[in-house]
């Protein structure tokens, strides 16, 4: 089955803890996408990644870092969280023929920073 | 800077009783307008693409449509599993690689 998984689902952490949110797409799609969503504001794009090294800054990058070693795999790291970013986290993929345009999404991870 | 602005926020409705949601966009030479529809606890899910001025495009009873300023999103005769999120988003000239959304309309549909 095609699909986009991310773990964890679920995170409540505490404000300077480093953590890591993972997403894997199963498609051998070039493009990766993380975005989070907070009411009223709709989904805001953090960074995207073109292919494997290849990374750019969205519209809300501060406080967040990526990673694209592998062409599955596109982790979203906060070095230092507070509690501005707490909020649902969405991980997204697409062909490169698409350029980001047709996108799987993956489930959702909601994080809460205390 | 591309920007998206949705309405209504919500919208209630009766089973079978067709509504429309606009979607109106200002954006640097558009490449594409998509909708996408989200179920409460998941990810957003594509529905369309639009490309250009006068083009359609339907799905069982949704059907989309795109002028140079605004898009709508056509439920005709709607059933209580349409409710949903739906969201538009734009993508401009000044960057193939991004996509902007609005933040949605959140239709219910009573039985």
């Known amino acids: 089955e095609a699909q986009v998984t991310q773990n964890p689902r679920y995170l409540i952490t505490v404000t300077g803890k480093k953590l890591t949110v993972t997403c894997s797409q199963n498609m051998n799609h070039e493009y990766m996408s993380w975005y989070r969503q907070d009411p009223g504001l709709g989904l805001r794009q953090i960074y995207y990644s073109m292919n494997v090294e290849v990374t750019d800054k969205g519209d809300v990058p501060e406080g967040y870092k990526v990673s694209r070693k592998e062409k599955r795999n596109f982790p979203l790291i906060l070095e230092s969280p507070s509690p501005n970013q707490t909020s649902l986290y969405f991980c997204a993929s697409s062909t490169h023929r698409d350029r980001g345009r047709e996108q799987y999404f993956g489930p959702g991870t909601r994080l809460t920073v205390t | 800077e591309d920007q998206v602005t949705q309405s209504p926020e919500a919208l209630r409705l009766q089973e079978g009783e067709s509504s429309s949601l606009n979607c109106s966009y200002t954006?640097?030479?558009?490449?594409?307008l998509f909708w996408y529809r989200q179920d409460p606890g998941k990810g957003p899910e594509f529905l369309f693409t639009l490309y250009s001025a006068g083009e359609e495009k339907e799905k069982e009873r949704l059907k989309a449509t795109l002028t140079k300023k605004e898009s709508f999103l056509h439920i005709t005769a709607p059933k209580p599993e349409d409710s949903a999120t739906y969201l538009c988003?734009?993508?401009?000239?000044?960057?193939?690689?991004?996509?902007?959304f609005g933040a949605g309309t959140t239709v219910t549909v009573r039985a």
């Open positions: 954006v640097s030479g558009l490449r594409g």
């Open positions: 988003a734009v993508q401009g000239r000044s960057n193939d690689y991004k996509l902007s």
